[in-house]
């Protein structure tokens, strides 16, 4: 029996959710290691840019996701999880050569700005999916990305302590490549244009 396509956009858009919950939390557990290591040895000053430097990428996401939400309406889902993971994979993978905290910070910043992933991935879903099936999928959806996000500091710990810092960032980079190339080859979308009515 094949699987209908509104099952297989959940199937694709949970393992991208994942997959981005797990690249913007993953640093959790080493950050303040990593910002003493890029040059930050005062302890108050460590403790200032990891705040900065792990809220900063939500407070930067929660400013643009309306405009990205916009843009979805406009151009259709796909075209937003195309763009959030290909821009989050190589946001990512820089943060990997950072030299200074300030590049980190920075970086971070755009990071919450490319992203968008999950807010695209919760409305393709709400609309591609029949109704009798809605609640079941966008309850399997969110789990997707809580998952992520209590996985992603484990990983991003063990990782971290077996391979060192810097790899851990080319990890969860390949980890939202493999969901950018999940969603240009498996994601399909019909884009319903509606036509403005002109008044009489």
């Not at 910043?109 to 992933?117: A, C, D």
Request: proline content about 4%; glycine content about 10%.
């Amino acid at each position: 029996m094949a699987v209908p396509l509104w099952k297989k956009n959940l199937y694709v858009v949970w393992f991208g959710s994942f997959a981005t919950a797990a690249g913007m939390s993953q640093i959790i557990p080493f950050l303040p290691l990593y910002i003493e290591k890029l040059g930050i040895t005062d302890t108050a000053a460590i403790e200032s840019w990891s705040g900065l430097i792990f809220g900063g990428t939500f407070f930067v996401s929660a400013i643009v996701s309306p405009l990205w939400g916009k843009l979805a309406d406009k151009y259709g889902r796909r075209p937003m999880l195309l763009r959030a993971s290909l821009g989050m994979c190589l946001i990512v993978f820089c943060m990997a050569f950072a030299q200074n905290v300030y590049q980190l910070f920075a970086l971070r910043l755009i990071m919450g700005f490319v992203s968008g992933f999950i807010p695209a991935s919760i409305i393709l879903v709400a609309t591609q999916t029949p109704k009798t099936h809605s609640g079941w999928a966008l309850g399997m959806l969110s789990t997707g990305g809580i998952a992520g996000s209590l996985i992603g500091p484990l990983i991003g710990g063990l990782l971290a302590e077996y391979m060192g810092m810097r790899l851990v960032f080319i990890d969860t980079s390949a980890l939202l490549f493999c969901a950018f190339l999940a969603s240009l080859l498996f994601v399909k979308e019909k884009v319903v244009v509606k036509e403005k009515r002109r008044r009489p």
